[in-house]
């Protein structure tokens, strides 16, 4: 079986619309959609990890590489899968452990991308076919593609934006000075440095960059379905986390837990394996993707250590819903906080133990806040709404919070990020 990994940066759940995503749409429908699907951390990095590992992330900020974890990509490389991975971001490079198991790594340092902070639609398509082609004549492929385009700066193609702006023509000088707002927002996490219509066009052009973002993923797999034709091919297709536009006073990813930051999108798709016209909405975590891939390859893994659980069952129809997780997770923490992004102090938390974690079941969230009042939210058709705090939350919040602070790993003092190329590449991204 070949496995394709298609993850894209920043996709929030409520993105997966027709007039947006009409393949995703479309194969969401026609696959196996999961609906209540949840990041295990806010941002790139820890999730990622867990996403890799099927390790909690809570040891994201003391140490955000991967080196020495058991991944999927070296178990699937032991079983002699031939492995390829195609992206830009900066979090998940060769400098963090992600080339680990992977024979072919393309994570664009070194690289010259034409003056774009990161790999755009077609040169990212392009890479990808590239890639694609050169695995033709192997056997078992894992491959992996991150798409990056939206992430911010938003950069969508002229003809999507003409889709969200029908009365404006195409200005690169709009579109920059836009971001650079957005940048300068996400710099002082205020975004009343944004006026009301500026914050709304920013979103647009978030919205634009997922109609190009579906159409990369529709050639993506049409091309791997070509090339691999007449063999076994499973593609998932998830995002790492959401992104969020001031719904609850945040800009961009990381810190906090809302929905429009930690619900995303996944979908397994197979036409050969069965997997198709279901929606299912158990609750289920990123945390679960590590052996769900290693179950369906048919490896024997030593299952307890992963924290992840298979999600092979509820894919072949065998659990009622409900049943998978009873509560999911997110969580951002570390010992010595250095902010991913130029901060307000008062919000940055600079030098101090920092965590937060949210915990939320079919209905019900609660956002544990170190450093600010937590939250007790009811969740109706994606929109939260403070109630009363719950007892059953209050304890599960407390236990998760020992656990979290038992972990020798939280206790790790944070990652210096040492090499000036990744730090340039976090800038244009509009970290650090
Ligand atoms: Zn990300």
Redesign the pocket.
């Known amino acids: 079986m070949n496995i394709f990994l298609f993850t894209i940066?920043?996709l929030r759940y409520d993105m997966v619309r027709h007039e947006l995503m009409p393949f995703l749409t479309k194969l969401g429908r026609e696959a196996v959609f999961f609906q209540n699907a949840f990041a295990p951390a806010p941002?790139?990095a820890p999730?990622?990890k867990s996403i890799f590992t099927g390790q909690e992330p809570f040891d994201q900020g003391g140490k955000m590489n991967i080196y020495g974890y058991e991944t999927i990509t070296k178990v699937l490389k032991k079983e002699g899968y031939a492995t390829y991975a195609v992206h830009s971001?900066p979090?998940l490079t060769r400098k963090f452990g992600y080339e680990e198991g992977f024979d072919v790594f393309f994570d664009s340092l070194g690289e010259d991308l034409d003056g774009q902070p990161y790999l755009r639609t077609k040169a990212f398509l392009q890479k990808c076919t590239d890639s694609l082609d050169a695995a033709k004549d192997k056997q078992k492929v894992f491959f992996w593609a991150h798409s990056m385009d939206l992430?911010d700066p938003f950069l969508p193609s002229e003809q999507s934006f003409k889709k969200l702006f029908p009365d404006e023509n195409y200005d690169f000088v709009r579109v920059n000075d836009l971001n650079k707002k957005y940048s300068k927002g996400l710099e002082f996490q205020d975004p009343s440095l944004l006026e009301s219509k500026e914050l709304g066009d920013i979103k647009k052009l978030y919205e634009a960059s997922a109609i190009d973002v579906d159409f990369i993923l529709q050639e993506f797999i049409k091309r791997a379905e070509e090339i691999f034709t007449g063999q076994e091919n499973l593609f998932i297709i998830l995002a790492?986390?959401g992104e969020q536009f001031a719904e609850h006073g945040g800009l961009a990813?990381g810190l906090y837990h809302y929905e429009e930051l930690i619900h995303v999108p996944l979908i397994f798709y197979s036409k050969d394996l069965g997997l198709k016209n279901r929606a299912i909405r158990d609750l289920v975590s990123l945390l679960d993707i590590f052996p769900t891939i290693a179950e369906l390859a048919g490896l024997q893994l030593a299952w307890q250590s992963l924290k992840g659980k298979s999600l092979s069952k509820l894919l072949k129809g065998k659990f009622s819903w409900r049943k998978h997780r009873k509560f999911v997770v997110s969580q951002e923490g570390r010992k010595d906080y250095t902010g991913i992004t130029k901060q307000n102090p008062e919000q940055a938390h600079l030098g101090k133990e920092f965590l937060s974690f949210s915990v939320r079941d079919q209905r019900h969230k609660f956002i544990y806040k170190e450093l600010g009042a937590s939250e007790m939210l009811k969740i109706k058709q994606g929109i939260e709404y403070p109630v009363k705090q719950q007892k059953k939350f209050l304890k599960l919040a407390s236990n998760i919070k020992e656990e979290i602070r038992k972990s020798p790993d939280f206790k790790e003092t944070s990652n210096a990020v040492d090499s000036a190329e990744i730090k340039q590449k976090l800038q244009d991204l509009g970290y650090m």
């Open positions: 940066d920043c941002w790139t999730s990622f971001n979090w992430h790492d986390h990813h």
